[in-house]
């Protein structure tokens, strides 16, 4: 796993330092965020590896209870990582937090729809308004430009 988090960080790195990673005019470049987690997770990863060289773990990794929590958290990330270019960013994050909310929080339904509508509004608020950085766009987040530029 060590491997895998290095080779991950390895790429990271690698793409940020294809954009400029520096500090610029105006803040911080494309590349800025991404060059330093990159240089993170590798360090991390380093880490792992030195204490499982130190403290070597006998026995078995995870049993079958473990793995479902484990996919149960997994299956959701993915299904938000496929919807999200047909959605947009703003409701397939909002309707993943309402699922984790029902699912894993055990919170109600007004409760649930509060936190993942909730959250993506001042996610929109902050990216879209407040920077002008436009995440991955769908049909909500078009029409509510649409009502933006007609005010």
């Given at each position: 796993m060590a491997g895998l988090l290095a080779a991950f960080a390895a790429?990271?790195?690698?793409?940020?330092?294809q954009l400029a990673s520096g500090w610029g005019d105006t803040?911080?470049?494309?590349?800025?965020?991404?060059?330093?987690?990159?240089?993170?997770l590798l360090?991390?990863?380093?880490?792992?590896?030195?204490?499982?060289?130190?403290?070597?773990?006998?026995?078995?990794?995870?049993?079958g209870?473990?793995?479902?929590?484990?996919?149960?958290?997994?299956?959701?990330?993915?299904?938000?990582?496929?919807?999200a270019?047909?959605?947009?960013?703003y409701l397939a994050?909002?309707?993943?937090?309402?699922?984790?909310?029902?699912a894993h929080g055990g919170f109600g339904w007004g409760r649930s729809l509060l936190i993942g509508f909730g959250t993506a509004v001042v996610l929109?608020?902050?990216?879209?308004?407040w920077f002008g950085v436009p995440l991955a766009r769908g049909p909500l987040e078009d029409w509510l430009d649409t009502l933006r530029s007609a005010a």
């Open positions: 790429v990271v790195i690698y793409g940020s330092l803040g911080p470049q494309a590349g800025y965020f991404p060059l330093r987690l990159g240089v993170l360090a991390v990863s380093l880490l792992l590896v030195v204490h499982a060289v130190r403290q070597p773990v006998d026995g078995q990794f995870a049993d209870t473990q793995l479902r929590r484990v996919f149960s958290l997994f299956g959701p990330t993915v299904v938000l990582a496929l919807a270019p047909f959605l947009g960013f994050s909002a309707l993943f937090l309402l699922y984790m909310c029902r929109y608020a902050v990216f879209e308004l």
